[in-house]
């Protein structure tokens, strides 16, 4: 009796096997709609065309950039789809542009020695001319150039000439203002206009004994300086004197955003 049962309960053992393996192996489902693979075109016309693509491969599926044609291919599950659109049209719009600076600038000249003669400035520079005199002790102000350019934030900028009255000199006095890098700001009290790099020279001819000989050289005289200017307010940058002369000469900057 015994052997029997043995041979019984081994029996129901090997056949209870091939069921439990048919549940673990179960076939996948169908697949339903959402899972279908489509493939679409997308016209880029802002982003560069390889950069938005590396954001779509994110999304998984195959993904085909053309920027010759400007479009990017993209196949994949159709559940993704719309997160592929909608990252395409987030991320593909119009930069902001940056603003542009409107920098006027000004050169005066400035002497303590003589009468005293008042300014000779416009209207405009009548805040200038206050300070000048009350601060620095200049009695006799006058316009020697005024020149203006726009630059876009981010950039440098440069204007150059020749100066229409030399300071005690009876030839052409050459300036120049350089900047290496433009930048808008804004805080609590306003946005500002940073100029980096900034540097404002005179070249005035000399008479000099060279080898005992009488000759003409360039003497140049400058400021170099980081400014921040408010922006609509002009700003006395720095002051410079010519070597043999009893003036000196100012540099004003203002700058304006248009917007």
Known sequence: MLKCLSVQILAIVLTAAPMAAQETTAPTPPRGESDLIVTRIFSVEHARVQDLARVVTLFGGRVQPEPELGVIGWTGPESQLPAVEAAIRSLDVAPVPEPNVELTVYFLVATKEGEAVGSLLPAALDGVSVQLQEVFGYHSIRLLETNALQVRNGSSGEINGILAQGPDTDGETRYEFVFRRLQVTEDASGRSIRLDSLRASIATPAKVVVDGEPTIRMMDSGIRTDIDLREGQKAVIGKTTI?????????????????
């Open 243 to 259: 070597e043999g002369g009893s003036e000196a000469i100012f540099v004003v900057v203002n700058g304006e955003i248009v917007e």
